[in-house]
């Protein structure tokens, strides 16, 4: 017997054939609709009637899907035809809508059997589940209300949700990994550092910063902003809103038209609220006579976006409405493009480096260029396409991305240069790009005089560094579970005399000194006690815990605790600057 | 015969019939509307019919006015009846319409005569105005379209326009002031210094901020926030939107509902554009538990606010619809009040005397106080009231504010100080602001507790240093004709090698010690000849020239010339650093 069906996906595929054996024979009036394989195991979506299952089920299932599974050593399957399907299902609605559609498509209908139970189902098992299952490798993990096939019109059903992997080890290091991330969850540790909060008077997807979230972010800004002063970016300021017109014009509306932000005031003037930054930093470059020795021209700009997410599909940062963006665009000549990719590269790796996040096998780099089946849905002349992929290879190559080309994924104006991240639990995260773009400065008619004295179309090339601030900040948060590199802590340390009366005078000297070298130091009095003290600095991950007794009073030094468990004595104030610093 | 009558308003009056007169007498079919007195003139709106009158007739009008004024010795008034009147005018639809309504009203009708012109007039002229006007004081200056009484949807009217004045000295004066603002209008300035621009495609009153007038709003956020975190203010981040919900708890739907950009996507909420950021600070205070050892609690944060403005009052960047405002909002408990209102003063002197605009004489302080009469229309306990008002004159008068106090301009929710700057042509100018509200924090159930247990409501105080930055950038580009102060500039050096081949590396290294030592330098070599870019430099107001030849680079030093026609010679960069920054 061959093991060619031995995947895990099939074996997913199957354990939803075995949920649903084990729940008709708890409950044999349910209506079974679909059940497919995901990503971290399977689902069964069943229309269980006027019966709630309950948590205690959910165990029953379980136990009696371990229990049959041994005697699932087969599977087979029939074909029958669209009347005898029709007849089958007859008292189950949502099977007779998927046999018609198949009968519409003109395939074939095909029933699947294992054990006692029998599906409609296309295919996709392990063929001995009893011998290539482990059954200590699959769990039922929780239930939820699904809408038939996503569409909140139709019959709310019961979604069982089961994760499975090959060996009982991995399902355990999952499990172990789940918890992890529920630890580090940056909504619930965003609240813990008190960095945003929301407002039901607001609204979903709308955060607001508090003065540590605000800290952060502008941390992050002023590195990448400082970083690429030195490349020759220059900021601008635009506004939140434009005239639809701006979005007629850039193609946008025609597109994306639906899913904007509509803006009304008292006059008939249509407005809209910028989704993207492109379109108006095309109109400061149109605002006087460019001429090629002012090339490349490089704005950057970080402001807000929005976009009309779904309601159920916001997630803390992650998915808001209200979207920072850390924005660039290079207008320049084709001649320039290369330079300009060049430094694009060179700010990411920089301020990625400054974040210990560009280490080996933490990130890859996409190289996203056309596909040639669809090669109708990119717009530009094929020849500027095969240079600008070239270009960005050679980058790539010159500046020893780890990089893979990946068809297909190039943005229908033209190809980029993606950055892969993945976190400290083995997700991976776009952060980065560098996108060159052929068309939208064509369409603004955008132009400068060239040193032959004609008018030519320059080279767009658009690039984020940390990519929207929200999710940055979720993704770093629950990277770092909180403890932000000293850099970008918004307190980085904390001072605590051992008692007042002693030791303050001591204490607030050492504050002074600290933020006079520019560290954002707080101070705790003794008003609480020193375990207490200690015990909520460390839940603010605040990186350096400074004691200050008698011992370093008379000696005029610190002891700092970090929250690695490194351990600091004897150390002066200058000495403690020039290791932080370094 | 006295002449209590003989007031500038009562000249510009008269001098409005003086034209009426003096139009009839060339087109006697013209039908005249209204002509009031205005600050510096008056003017005449009429209905030429089909004649449309040129800039030739203006001089005929003018030339005959003062023909005529010399006949003009005594005004005479006579009561006519209602029927009178509209038998008067029964081919003028717009006297009649004025007829009918004075009679509606129940007052009398009046005619004036003065000549051989009557006109339909409440009285107000000066008694003898060829004895008391003087003809050389008051000149025709222009013509333009308007509508019967403003409104579009009424007939298109000319509007002439004359301004005078008590003496010719006076009517010169005020032309050459008028002469000035041309010359310092901040729209054509803004082009010429390259500060921002407008897109059609983006909208009127919606302005892009080029590099150099977002370094300008960066430099006078950065200034402000920088001072401001000497007195513990912390900056947060909220979104442009929010439900209405929120506005509806505030009370702004209810008052200005009509006024706000709505905002609406797929989904069913209702969003708005935030007019102003009060109540999304709110929100971040009520974001956690607050105890009285938490306040003062100070945010702020620079961002944008929107307001529907109608497109025929914008006006560059003096009225817009995406206002930058460099906001704060403090919320402390009672006995806090005035230490927080004496900050938010100093806070404002200082930033106000790095632009020095805050010499004697030069502003003034309106203690914006409650008005007897209607005593209804504010919020909140007379008593606390009262407390307030007295708060805000004890710092007034502590801090020594040239200050007054106006009746009647406090806000519906508190008592506030208004500083009033008048700019280089006299225009007064309202800037920066001290708000004290007892309203918006009982709205929004805000609370602490106190050192007593108790919960309490804080006190909520506004404030703006700035103001927008856009109308702060208008004014002061006028006030300063775009010579911005030396921390102000965007560019503060140009370095000019008097030849590239000699001096360019000199040039070239003094530049760099420029640069490192934090100045804006530009460079300018020298393909243009030295009197083109030392034209170019002085238009862009750049305070200091350096220009360096065979003697500089011999002697390492430089010669600088000043935009105000200063000259430095044989000073070491060290040396002019010391002067710039003292």
Redesign the interface.
Known sequence: MTNENNTLANKRHTLAHLLAAAVIKKYPDVKLTLGPAVDNGFYYDIDFGDTKPEEKDLKDFQKNMRKMLSSWKEFTHQEVSIDEARELYSDNQYKLELVNEIAERGEKITLYTCGDFTDLCRGGHTDNPAEEINGKAFELSHMAGAYWRGDEKNQMLTRIYGIAFDTPEELAEYKEMLEEAKKRDHRKLGQEL?LF?F?????SG??????K???I??LVIDKIQNIQKEYGY??????????K??YE?SGHWEKFG??L???????D?E?V?KPMNC??HT??F???PRSYKDLPIR?MEST?V?R?E??GELLGLSRV??I?QDDGHVFCTPEQMKQEIKNIVNVIKEFYTSLEMLEDGKYWVSLSVRSEEKADKYLGDTSVWDKAEAVLEEVAKEENLPYKRVEGEAAFYGPKLDFQFKDALGREWQLGTAQLDFVMPARFELEYTDNDGEKKTPVMIHRAVAGSLERFMAVTIEHFAGAFPFWLSPVQVVVMPVNDEAHSEYANDVLQQLTNAGIRAEYADATESLGKRMRNAKKEKVPYIFVLGDKEKNSNTITAEGRNGEKLEDLSVADFMEKVTK
Chains 1, 2 share one sequence.
């Open positions: 008190d909060t407002s039901p008077l607001v609204g709308l955060p607001l910063f508090t003065p979230g605000t800290l972010r502008d220059q900021k601008v300021t635009i506004p939140h809103i434009t005239k017109d701006l014009k639906d899913e932000f509509k803006v009304k005031g008292q006059s003037t407005f609220m379109p108006h109109q400061i149109a605002g006087k704005f807000m929005y009309d779904q309601a409405r209200s920072s």
